[in-house]
């Protein structure tokens, strides 16, 4: 195995992600492709197709995960699973997910026309769902049942946006909900997801790849600020009890913590209503929610302390009743070292500029680490943008970037 | 006429308060009542029953305020008007506007009853329309048909929040739109607005009664912050070109102005938007209103500038882009020095613990003001509470005010 690493195509790969774009397609470069629906029906046939036309052993799983399996030659060794998600947002761009499911393809289908079986059983992998863009709570759905963690409840408690519950939706596309515990697998060693970096740190550093040691973790905070509805004229501004101004102070206050941290602490607030609405109405209460990730757990828990302080400081000052509740929380998760410390070598293997990094976005990876180590690999985004259909990664990025996750695989997998 | 101040029975006044309230009753203690509908009607006709029961001149204009006439013996004289609005918030309460209106019938009947016909002639009127509460843009449709600048435009312009035009609303109450242009008129001399304060400065006091000398002056500005949206984790807050936190800064900036420069100025943000408006995506717009206001036209314009360059700093600073627009402009209204000097000492004469003062809200009367010098008299507000069926008023203080209304009518009108 002294031979020069596996190279793409760039052409190859960029026709590979534009026909699965066609599933889905919104407008010129949008993809909107959510579980459960024809268009994604159709990108998971395609996927099983490419899986079929490289020899992989092919299946559908009960929740309608997608499994391309190349069988290793040591039966006692768990598998090396790589792979992404396959739904998308609403709509969304060409890369998201997709790319990690087309990388996998390409490297499982070229390791195995090079070197044949591994002695490590390698799987590539295609989640049904990932983004709750059609059933907001489905808290990955794809991932979630491989990790054997789906209830029956989930079933008429993940409700999508048009009240359908998740379970006769699936049953409509032709999957059995009692099923569903036969997707759990325990008999995973490794996950690689190759994903596009969401975000603006590779194309700032003017590097194509990244590989990710920690997944951020999250809370997300709904904050209800309460004061007294009063007529925006008659009312003077010192015996106000005005939550809006409240809000405000609260919102900035917790932005400019995140900025005054610095990387990689981030804050956001991108949902707020006021009730009433009204030009010339000081509202009774001002609803937003906080977003709020770190990745090293000890100081994640540091900036929800000190955000907390902060919120309940500023509405006891100005005597507002403040609610605040904790509607979502991921944990952190942090990349076992060895895969970190193999991903770097493939890198350098391949002449992959690249650096390791953290990931600020939730992934997948997070629910397989609860049954296999775990890591990512990042491509450059253009950027930085994602979920829209602006979003974009160069196909020499790319094809580059398979580079990277073959020759990974193929150093944990061949020995 | 050196005899006792004319006095009202509480307890006759507050009848009249609650059987009123019957048109558009909202549960305990609300009115939902709007312009042209069957319990607007009903309302109007019981004003003009009461007119007729205590021998005025009843009429009904052509856009449908009711008018009271009691004849001066002077024909060389223009007319006293006194009066406020029949229709309400949806819902409000039982003495927004109406009390008015009740107030002046009770003190012509009463003038007519221990006087007679005065030198200039008084009238009681009731405004069709004030609130915008059917229809958001009227823009005062009783007192700018009086002054005569309803336009035939408005017809189809001005339209509910249920889509019809106010012109065929009008034509299907009994209403001719055409003969919009008789209601004008160019023969009132001044306005006396009666109303509650819709504030707590009164109460504040220990004060039954306001004399206002000054009714401010109001400019609805529309902001619109544009940055750019992004991943809410994979974005780093350095990068970021947040209209949340450019919005959130704006907004506790001109709050905070109008705190430091103290009453009368106030500012107030009842309007917030985001656009999208998802927990975990940076906004790519935010939109809000603000609602400034000041009753003496210099300092007015002072705090609009010094509003507005701090809305360009923050943005600028920010590499936002910001739009702003004004929505709306009401200008201050200076009341009539020797009416209100007139009114003080008509408060003097009952009796009344009184304060000059100026309105936070604006009014019919600065419509009136086109056509007529002005003035308004204020009464004591619970808890500052308007617009709402929480609003308040005791008979006494209600009984109160409309002393002080008749005395100073009395002294304006027998000579």
């Known amino acids: 195995m002294s031979d020069s690493p596996i190279s793409f195509d760039p052409t190859v790969v960029w026709d590979r992600i534009e026909s699965l774009a066609r599933h889905g397609k919104h407008g010129e470069t949008g993809v909107a492709r959510a579980v459960y629906t024809p268009e994604w029906r159709a990108a998971v046939d395609e996927v099983m197709a490419w899986c079929d036309s490289v020899g992989l052993e092919t299946r559908l799983d009960a929740v309608g995960n997608v499994w391309g399996v190349l069988k290793g030659t040591d039966p006692s060794l768990k598998s090396i699973v790589t792979g992404s998600h396959i739904d998308s947002q609403l709509p969304g761009g060409r890369f998201d997910g997709i790319l990690g499911v087309i990388g996998g393809v390409f490297a499982l289908g070229a390791l195995k026309e090079r070197y044949g079986a591994p002695t490590q059983t390698l799987e590539v992998l295609a989640f049904c769902e990932e983004e709750s863009s059609r059933f907001p709570n489905t808290g990955f759905w794809g991932s979630r049942a491989i990790t054997g963690l789906t209830t029956e409840a989930d079933l008429t408690n993940v409700v999508s946006f048009s009240g359908e519950p998740i379970g006769e939706v699936m049953a409509a596309a032709g999957f059995d909900p009692a099923r569903i515990p036969e997707a759990a697998r325990t008999d995973i060693e490794a996950f690689v997801e190759f994903h596009i970096e969401q975000g603006p740190l590779l194309e700032a550093e003017g590097l194509p790849v990244g590989v990710v040691s920690a997944i951020t973790g999250i809370r997300h905070y709904t904050v209800s600020v309460t004061g007294k509805s009063n007529h925006a004229g008659a009312f003077p501004m010192d015996l106000r009890l005005d939550p809006m101004a409240g809000a405000a102070e609260m919102i900035s206050n917790v932005i400019n913590r995140a900025n005054e941290w610095g990387r ?64 979502m929380e991921h944990h952190p998760f942090v990349c076992d070292p060895a895969l970190v410390a193999n991903f770097e070598q493939a890198a350098r293997t391949v002449n992959a500029p690249f650096q390791t990094m953290t990931s600020g976005a939730v992934h997948d990876t997070q629910q397989m680490g609860r049954i296999a180590k775990g890591v990512m690999l990042f491509v450059r985004s253009k950027d930085g943008r994602s979920h829209t259909p602006a979003e974009y990664t160069s196909p020499e990025d790319a094809a580059l970037g398979i580079e990277v996750l073959t020759e990974g695989l193929r150093t944990l997998a061949y020995r």
């Open 264 to 327: 990689p602490a981030v804050t956001t607030v991108g949902r707020i209503a006021a009730d009433p609405n009204f030009p010339a109405i000081v509202p009774e209460r001002v609803d937003f929610m906080i977003d709020a990730r770190h990745p090293d757990p000890a100081k994640r828990l540091e900036l929800y302390a000190a955000h907390e302080a902060a919120l309940q400081e500023i509405a006891a000052r100005r005597g507002l009743t403040i609610e605040l509740s904790n509607l």
